[in-house]
């Protein structure tokens, strides 16, 4: 039993370690001291630090989670729409825009205004004989745009394959090469054969989890409007990445395109997280779901799928708090949240994982994470609106087969556009 | 895949053996890994260019060391440059002749610029100053109320208005003025580096309250954008400081290095947590050893203490100390390390794991682990305490009830039992600071050994004590530079360790003896 070794090392060692340094840590722990009132100011009333689960929940099969504080009804609502409207009025007056364009801008519409015209590897152009300086330009492009060293090594090899067998010759037709390679890559299909073979989902399903593993239909958000089922859009990912802010662009979207969104309001940990979404709700006239600060996500999530089929809404929007998916306890959180939505009338028929394009090569270890803890179904990347190239999405759909189905590229309500390999490839080599 | 660099730099440095010195060309295999190592750590690619350069003039010519492999004295090299770059100066904080001391904080969307400005307010108010945070983020929905929340958990004012940010920004000034603060930190909007109406604002901004400090916050997970937004916002703000967050995740975080080289102003803090006491100095040190993939073993420690229960946790330090470890305690700190993740996770984390550990522990399966707690789970106390109790009947319940055969129960027992002994023949004084080099060299070390291949296993399990000790130490010792890491641990308080660390052979060399009495005398309580 190898692993008994391996248990009692890493037990004994941290134990020993951990008990070594935390004699000697305790003394320079410093008391938080209580916080004083101001007049003048809004006085700090102290909330209660909202705790992250500690012990991990396992509810498996059962009775729903206990209610919390009901979510938040009209006093609240009203307060924020108020200052929603207030903020909604600011902006048109600034921008004078009323309401959602007729037509969605595409990726490439959107990118081109961002980065100028595509011109691609410009060096490449033209040039007849490929040397050393050709590959490390290529090597550059694509690293530079986080694409990581092992798929663009990968890449390169083939192509010098088939540069030496004179399969491509000269610069323009390596280029022309590479962009076709790379738009492949980002058409891998997810082949499904049931729930049995989750492997192309990124990892098997957890074992001891009910969920049936969704399958991705192309790069379409999953809607089945089933009647007295409710279609749940859940959305997971780290902290900082753009959840709550996408969750408002696609409510935008879906109530302009006719459907009823009921928004809710799963991040019950950062401070203000139910503010923000609610002034999203007011914006883009969808119902929303809220519930006390620091209270349990998936009773929320619940509250919002039993309003959704008493009222007759066709879709649920569940936002949830940022998490590391090294953090144990919150990713098995966010399985309880993913469990408790997918319980009828609930359907979870999308798992959006958002990524930033900003993320270097730790995106691909969070798609891995997430897709094995909540079988992801697509994810929306954002903030491509900036100097990131967002290439990591590269292998997140090569080794995981998970494709990339929105762009954010702002913080607007319509800052959201499908995603569109070809024009995506195009601006990542400019 | 965690694949320790000298692991890699073994395999291709081959060549560096048979010279007395590291040549040019010989170096170009190994920079070549060292290349693709700072690359799969999102340090940008120019930077690494440059760095790359810089350590082969380091390492060109060297002499070959004694005790370190040629492998190892590369990645010594990385390290030390690595450890130069990101350290030299610290931020010093002085604080202004005309109160308040201002400082401006800025940087991408999602950052954490918010939470970051009121981990910095706490810190200040904990410092014995008297802080007030300004929010001048008026784009992102109720951010203003975002910072009112942080700021009351901190016990700071805050000041707010909605007008416009360059108008809120100079408005808090005046207010901290009347107020008799002495910190006022803005906290600003998310942008982009390219926007220019919004880099021309944060300027403004700036202008207006012409900051002491102006910090730019950067996500550790950011990529090979790190250089373009840093040098975007150094030429419009010309920053003082970097403060780097969200650590507690796995990302390698080398865009500490980029941000560093490319706006040469000191990386102040590191943000690791979302609670506003997870906020500390920045250590060059550890940020190097994640940065090459080495495993961050402090921050695991910390992590560590955060996770589990430290009064049971200190209950077992405290049993191991005295050698008397039982099983209840084993079956204690697993749930405890259980909490902090899956085992193979963890031992990915820890350094000084040669090849074959590693390999091990990717495929560590959960579910033994879970046979191995099932197992102690199905003993009684009495049994637990006192195994010696666990004749032929006890052992067919157990495994009965755990769901095993008798020969798991055996060998649990069995080994078990060994590591007691092992536990118990470190010695007085053998666990403590500085007496973790013996637990390295020594216990630590044959168990590292021991547990670093199949070989080396049925050796050791064969017969404790019977094993080669040169090999079981070179096998301990190949793992990563910091081969002797956790014998460095023990030294100091384990704030802060060697960088590099030398792997040395286990200590003395000698077989591991048990003391006679075999009871180790407890430390001294502090």
Request: charge should be neutral; charged fraction near 25%.
């Amino acid at each position: 039993m190898v692993v008994l070794w391996i248990v009692l090392a890493v037990v004994v060692g941290l134990a020993v370690t951990a008990g070594v340094t935390t004699r000697s840590r305790r003394r320079r722990r410093r008391p938080v001291t209580e916080p004083e009132t101001r007049p003048g100011l809004r006085p700090p009333t102290k909330p209660p630090e909202p705790t992250r689960p500690t012990e991990p929940e396992r509810s498996g099969t059962g009775a729903p989670p206990a209610r919390m504080a009901p979510p938040a009804e009209a006093p609240e609502v009203a307060e924020a729409l108020e200052a929603a409207e207030a903020e909604l009025a600011e902006e048109e007056r600034r921008e004078g825009l009323v309401e959602a364009p007729a037509e969605a801008p595409s990726l490439r519409e959107r990118l081109g205004r961002a980065r100028g015209l595509f011109s691609g590897l410009r060096s490449l152009r033209g040039r007849g004989a490929l040397d050393g300086a050709t590959w490390d330009d290529l090597e550059e492009a694509l690293l530079r745009a986080d694409v990581g060293v092992a798929t663009t090594d990968a890449l390169l090899e083939d192509l010098r394959r088939r540069v030496a067998s004179k399969e491509i010759a000269g610069g323009d037709q390596l280029l022309g090469a590479l962009r076709a390679d790379l738009v492949d890559l980002l058409e891998v299909e997810a082949r499904w054969d049931g729930a049995t073979d989750a492997e192309l989902a990124g990892g098997r399903a957890a074992p001891g989890d009910d969920h049936e593993v969704v399958a991705p239909v192309g790069r379409s958000l999953r809607f089945d409007g089933e009647p007295g089922v409710v279609d749940v859009w859940l959305f997971v990912g780290v902290n900082g990445v753009g959840k709550t802010t996408t969750v408002g662009k696609l409510a935008r979207r879906e109530t302009a395109a006719g459907r009823s969104v009921l928004l809710a309001a799963g991040d019950t940990f950062r401070a203000a997280a139910g503010e923000q979404l609610s002034l999203w709700a007011a914006r883009t006239g969808a119902e929303i779901v809220r519930g006390a600060e620091g209270g349990d996500p998936s009773a929320v999530v619940f509250d919002a799928v039993q309003r959704a089929a008493a009222r007759g809404n066709d879709l649920v929007l569940a936002d949830t708090a940022g998490r590391l998916h090294t953090k144990v306890n919150l990713v098995e959180e966010l399985k309880k949240i993913r469990r408790v939505a997918d319980r009828p009338p609930g359907r979870v028929t999308e798992v959006l994982l958002v990524l930033d394009a900003t993320t270097g090569q730790n995106g691909l270890v969070q798609a891995r994470e997430f897709t094995e803890a909540v079988a992801c179904t697509g994810v929306v990347l954002t903030k491509l609106d900036g100097t990131a190239k967002g290439g990591g999405v590269v292998a997140v759909q090569r080794e995981l087969a998970l494709p990339v189905k929105l762009v954010g590229l702002g913080e607007g309500p319509d800052d959201l556009v499908p995603f569109d390999p070809a024009a995506f490839i195009d601006a990542l080599l400019s | 895949m965690f694949d320790a660099l000298s692991d890699r730099l073994e395999r291709v440095a081959g060549r560096l053996r048979s010279r007395g010195r590291l040549s040019e060309a010989d170096l170009d295999d190994a920079l070549r890994e060292i290349r693709k190592a700072l690359l799969d750590a999102d340090v940008e690619l120019g930077v690494v260019r440059s760095f790359v350069e810089a350590v082969r003039g380091r390492c060109a010519g060297e002499v070959l060391s004694k005790s370190l492999t040629p492998g190892q004295q590369v990645v010594k090299a990385v390290h030390e440059e690595l450890v130069r770059v990101l350290g030299g100066e610290t931020l010093k904080v002085t604080y202004a002749s005309r109160p308040p001391t201002v400082v401006l904080l800025a940087g991408l969307q999602g950052s954490g610029k918010t939470t970051t400005a009121a981990k910095l307010a706490l810190w200040w108010k904990q410092q014995g100053r008297n802080p007030l945070l300004v929010g001048a983020d008026l784009q992102r929905p109720a951010a203003v109320e975002q910072l009112r929340v942080l700021g009351s958990q901190a016990g700071v004012s805050v000041y707010s208005a909605p007008t416009d940010p360059v108008a809120v920004a100079a408005a808090g000034l005046d207010e901290a003025r009347r107020l008799g603060k002495d910190v006022c930190i803005v906290d600003t909007a998310g942008r982009l580096a390219i926007d220019e109406e919004l880099m021309e604002e944060v300027r403004r901004i700036s202008s207006a309250v012409a900051p002491h400090y102006t910090l730019l916050v950067v996500d550790a997970m950011t990529g090979q954008d790190a250089v373009a937004t840093a040098t975007a916002f150094h030429e419009t703000l010309a920053l003082d400081g970097v403060i780097l967050t969200k650590l507690d995740g796995d990302a390698r975080g080398g865009a500490a290095l980029s941000v560093k080289e490319v706006v040469g102003r000191p990386i102040a803090f590191a943000s690791t947590g979302e609670k506003l006491s997870d906020f500390d100095l920045f250590h060059p040190d550890r940020m190097a050893d994640r940065i090459l993939g080495m495993g961050d073993v402090l921050s695991l420690i910390e992590q560590a203490e955060r996770t589990m229960d430290r009064e049971t946790v200190e209950r077992s330090a405290a049993a191991l100390m005295e050698g008397r470890f039982t099983l209840d305690d084993f079956l204690e700190q697993l749930q405890q390390v259980r909490k902090l993740g899956s085992l193979g996770g963890i031992m990915k984390m820890l350094p000084g794991m040669s090849k074959e550990l590693r390999q091990a522990a990717d495929q560590i399966d959960d579910r033994e682990v879970s046979r191995v707690e099932a197992i102690v789970r199905s003993m009684t106390p009495s049994e637990r305490a006192d195994p010696s109790l666990i004749d032929g009947s006890r052992r067919l319940r157990i495994a009965r009830g755990s769901g095993t055969a008798t020969q798991d129960v055996n060998q649990l027992l069995k080994q078990f039992r060994e590591m007691q002994k092992m536990m118990r023949g470190i010695g007085p004084g053998g666990i403590g600071p500085g007496g973790l080099g013996g637990l390295g060299g020594g216990g630590m070390g044959r168990l590292g050994g021991l547990l670093g291949g199949r070989k080396a296993m049925a050796g050791a399990l064969g017969g404790l004590g019977n094993g080669d000790d040169a090999d079981l130490a070179s096998l301990l010792n190949q793992g990563g530079g910091t081969g002797g890491g956790l014998s460095g641990l023990g030294a100091g308080t384990g704030t802060t360790r060697s960088a590099g660390g030398t792997a040395k052979p286990a200590r003395g060399g000698a077989k591991n003896k048990k003391k006679k009495g075999g009871r180790v005398t407890p430390p001294k309580h502090r």
